[in-house]
Nanobody
Framework: QVQLVESGGGLVQAGGSLRLSCAAA????????MGWYRQAPGKQRDLVAI??????HYADSVKGRFTISRDNTKNAVFLQMNNLKPEDTATYYC???????????????WGLGTQVTVSS
């Protein structure tokens, strides 16, 4: 079994910064992609940023403001969010493509989410 645990959400004023962290734990053989999605009330869950060993992709709305990084030694992924805007308010979910030790087949895992609220 694999779990993703997020931390770092909170309330911040527009123009401020937050750093989200996500650590994968459990019976992990290998992790492919890790990333962040967000979902605002009444809206669908959208990709924010995703990274693998070969590429990184950002949603257009966060390019130049958010930076995704990864620590493979800790099975962790981070999202540095700068110049936050009220429209960034959402629940942010960590996502990882993980092969567990037993079956060694990749599947998607999700964290429970962390709330980010940006006041104007």
């Amino acid at each position: 079994q694999v779990q993703l645990v997020e931390s770092g959400g909170g309330l911040v004023q527009a123009g401020g910064s937050l750093r989200l962290s996500c650590a994968a734990a459990g019976s992990i053989f290998r992790i492919n992609e890790m990333g962040w999605y967000r979902q605002a009330p009444g809206k669908q869950r959208d990709l924010v940023a995703i990274t693998s060993d070969v590429s990184t992709h950002y949603a257009d709305s966060v390019k130049g403001r958010f930076t995704i990084s990864r620590d493979n030694t800790k099975n962790a992924v981070f999202l540095q969010m700068n110049n936050l805007k009220p429209e960034d308010t959402a629940t942010y979910y960590c996502n990882a493509d993980v092969a567990d030790l037993r079956r060694r087949v990749y599947r998607d895992y999700w964290g429970l989410g962390t709330q980010v609220t940006v006041s104007s």
